[in-house]
């Protein structure tokens, strides 16, 4: 690697070199020419290999979390989530049981690394949402997911964009499985295959933007349809608040401003 002094200021590769910026300052470097036939085969190449079997496995554990709310997810979440949910996953496979590179990803043990997860970074769900209330409660059959919040003061408690007028809150509830090695496909599959990868959403009423709601609010989320639920399948609860602009009696979703995090999971 060496610095670009020049006062043209390239980016891409040329000839076999691989020109870049990073922190405000120009690098050139030479093209990796090591072989996709070396790196899979060659012995010293091995650490190589079960990094990449064990990043396959995140992203289709991410994969598995982002299909869950992926009804929701289009409104809340940032163009990184996919990126930053393989990374959470692929920080959780070093407690995993097994060789390198086929290291079970559990998901169901390690779910406290998931809480307080936001769909968001620019838009923490806290930072939009803050009226006082107790985490969801998930049943002990896993099979539904309860969020009440008391009565509050909107004023107070909702940070709304510009031209806001009412706002829904939301709880979003997804299964999704441990991940296993498999031998026979020579990748990551899910240990359970239903539930994996499914969940629904519930909003409550519109409410406007001004003053106290006038009661409280409960949602439930009905996830019978799934039951039973194998151990091996962890259920995670999402708080969501999405905005909406009233046009001639008509409430339109705003394109932005809408958050929403992981507030629990069992």
């Not at 060496?2 to 980016?11: C, M, Q």
């Not at 909107?154 to 706002?167: E, I, K, L, M, R």
């Not at 441990?178 to 599959?189: M, P």
Request: charged residues 20%; proline residues 4%.
């Amino acid at each position: 690697m060496a610095r670009n002094n020049s006062f043209i200021r390239l980016e891409g590769t040329l000839d076999g070199l691989t020109f870049y910026r990073k922190n405000g300052e120009s690098f050139v470097k030479t093209k990796n020419r090591v072989s996709k036939n070396r790196i899979l085969n060659d012995p010293a190449y091995i650490r190589t290999r079960e990094n990449m079997q064990e990043f396959g496995g995140a992203a289709k554990c991410g994969k598995a979390f982002r299909s869950s709310f992926a009804s929701i997810s289009r409104l809340v979440a940032d163009s990184y989530i996919s990126s930053r949910i393989t990374g959470k996953f692929r920080g959780i496979v070093g407690s995993g049981v097994g060789l390198r590179g086929q290291r079970l990803y559990n998901v169901v043990d390690n779910v406290i690394q998931f809480i307080g997860f936001d769909f968001n970074i620019l838009k923490p769900f806290d930072a939009n949402f803050n009226a006082p209330s107790d985490e969801p409660v998930i049943t002990a059959g896993r099979d539904s997911i309860t969020w009440d919040i008391p009565d509050f003061n909107t004023d107070t408690y909702v940070n709304f964009p510009v031209g806001a007028t009412h706002f829904k809150l939301a709880l979003a509830a997804g299964y999704m499985s441990n991940y296993e090695w498999d031998d026979a496909t020579k990748g990551y599959v899910p240990v359970e295959e239903a539930p994996n990868g499914v969940g629904v959403v519930t909003y409550s009423n519109a409410i406007a933007i001004g003053g106290m709601v006038g009661a409280a609010t409960s949602l439930t989320t009905d996830l019978t349809a799934f039951a039973p639920i194998p151990a091996t399948t962890v259920l995670f609860g999402a708080t969501a608040i999405v905005f909406f602009q009233e046009v001639n009696g008509e409430l339109y979703e705003l394109a932005q401003g809408h958050s929403m995090k992981i507030a629990v999971g069992g």
